[in-house]
């Protein structure tokens, strides 16, 4: 779906909405809604309509234009979710200084649900989705549930390859979180040459992987019925 609000300006507004910084992690959000572990839970149900902001110098803009559509007054709680990237104090500024000038409510902090004039704000950081925060990205999230409790070899295979290409040619890694997701999916037959959101779709994550217990938590407590 695009990030840009005229080209779904007539979209029904649902009750709960989540906002998400791209998307890859749009798709990430929705097979986790649709994945069995949630299926049977009202609260993770049609309900809810996941959009892509686009990048996180778009947020405020989102926001405006999201509360001038029609439909608008339908939306009783909003989950804003990005990452944490190199610092993630910054990020929790960002999204505060988007709700200001949105003129919606402004949690103190992660994971934390704010009601004001009939509306509920709740923002959380990949890749922790939780109230403990620590700076990375939605891929540090999906490489952390791919590899917890298993395969910690093949973890240790690629960071160690990572690590001789470093020291041997002399590369830099400015975006490390991708190339260790991406070179775990060149690995695999299932994944290879897909994207992180593309992969959700064929089952590369756990979805009852307890790492996603506080972003299930945050939207039970914010959404519902």
Same mark, same amino acid.
């Not at 990452?83 to 949105?102: Q, T, W």
């Given at each position: 779906m695009s990030n840009s609000l005229n080209r779904f300006d007539r979209l029904y507004m649902t009750p709960f909405l989540i906002l998400c910084e791209g998307k890859d992690a749009q798709l990430f959000i929705i097979e986790y809604l649709n994945s069995t572990p949630l299926m049977d839970d009202p609260r993770f149900s049609n309900d809810i309509l996941v959009l892509d902001f686009g990048g996180i110098n778009q947020l405020t803009n989102f926001? *405006?234009?999201?509360?001038?559509? !029609?439909?608008?007054?339908?939306? @009783? /709680? %909003?989950?804003? *979710?990005?990452?944490?990237?190199? !610092?993630?104090?910054?990020?929790? @500024? /960002? %999204?505060?200084?988007?709700?200001?000038?949105?003129?919606?409510?402004?949690?103190?902090?992660?994971? %934390?649900?704010?009601?004001e004039n009939d509306i509920s704000i709740c923002y959380t950081l990949f890749p922790t989705c939780s109230s403990e925060m620590r700076n990375g990205t939605l891929e540090d999230?999906?490489?952390a549930i791919i590899f917890d409790n298993y395969l910690k070899e093949k973890e240790q295979d690629i960071d160690g390859f990572i690590s001789s290409f470093i020291?041997?040619?002399?590369?830099?890694?400015?975006?490390?979180?991708?190339?260790?997701?991406?070179?775990?999916?060149?690995?695999?037959?299932?994944?290879?040459?897909?994207?992180?959101?593309?992969?959700?779709?064929?089952?590369?994550?756990?979805?009852?992987?307890?790492?996603?217990?506080?972003?299930?938590?945050?939207?039970?407590?914010?959404?519902?019925?």
């Open positions: 926001l *405006i234009g999201l509360r001038n559509m !029609d439909g608008y007054e339908n939306v @009783k /709680s %909003i989950l804003i *979710i990005r990452d944490a990237e190199k !610092d993630a104090d910054s990020a929790i @500024k /960002s %999204i505060k200084s988007s709700l200001y000038n949105s003129s919606l409510p402004i949690p103190d902090t992660c994971n %934390i649900w704010q009601k999230l999906c490489i020291d041997k040619y002399e590369v830099k890694y400015p975006r490390i979180h991708k190339n260790r997701i991406h070179l775990y999916f060149s690995s695999t037959n299932e994944y290879v040459g897909m994207k992180i959101g593309e992969a959700a779709k064929v089952g590369a994550y756990d979805w009852a992987s307890p790492l996603l217990n506080s972003l299930k938590h945050a939207i039970e407590s914010g959404f519902e019925q």
